[in-house]
């Protein structure tokens, strides 16, 4: 079977990938021979908005080559703390913060045209924000928490079919503020874990 995760451990034997700070990653399907890394900050310190895969096919001498992706459309601004996820053959990401303040925007990225794309989403959408949790499932995306003005603890969900965000009324044992944390979705419930809290310590709950 061919590797799928832990990228980071065989990132460094690979070429043609700078530095990077406060970026995202994720892989695009069960079986997918690549991985990505979103938006982030180069090793200059420069906000940037390149895109990458890893390959996860290594060559006969073991290495794994990363490849600069050079996509048309609506590319994102250069930001950094943005989250994303890959669902049903897209890339999204929200928000992040660009050159002067955060952000709430929203970007698609198809895998099959290498096109960026930027939907016009109507209803209660989340405000501007980065390092926050993003999760899809069965047609809706969700985002939870992250930095604003402050530290965030709701809940937003996106209807990708009527492009329609709404928050969501959350009770129980409402998870805390948080940012730089992750989410999922299984089994038709969304998994909130880690991340910092509001006193800048570890968020070791589930």
């Not at 290594?58 to 590319?75: E, F, I, K, N, Q």
């Not at 993003?134 to 937003?156: I, K, P």
């Not at 909130?192 to 809290?197: A, F, L, M, S």
Request: hydrophobic residues 40%.
């Amino acid at each position: 079977a061919q590797p799928r995760l832990l990228v980071l451990q065989v990132a460094a034997v690979a070429a043609g990938i700078s530095a990077k700070a406060s970026h995202r990653m994720w892989t695009e399907a069960a079986g997918s021979s690549r991985t990505r890394p979103s938006s982030a900050r180069n090793a200059e310190r420069k906000r940037t908005s390149e895109l990458y895969y890893l390959d996860l096919r290594p060559s006969d001498d073991g290495v794994y080559t990363w490849t600069r992706l050079a996509a048309d459309g609506a590319v994102p601004a250069p930001r950094e703390g943005a989250c994303a996820v890959f669902h049903e053959g897209c890339l999204m990401v929200f928000g992040g913060k660009g050159s002067s303040a955060r952000c709430n925007d929203l970007f698609f990225y198809d895998a099959s045209t290498n096109m960026w794309s930027q939907p016009t989403a109507t209803g209660s959408s989340p405000s501007p924000r980065c390092n926050a949790a993003l999760a899809a499932s069965e047609g809706m995306l969700f985002v939870h928490g992250g930095q604003a003005n402050f530290l965030c603890q709701d809940l937003f969900a996106l209807n990708l079919q009527e492009m329609l965000w709404r928050e969501v009324p959350q009770a129980g044992a409402v998870p805390g503020p948080v940012h730089h944390h992750t989410a999922a979705v299984h089994a038709g419930s969304l998994y909130i874990q880690g991340g910092i809290n509001e006193l800048g310590g570890a968020n070791y709950t589930m």
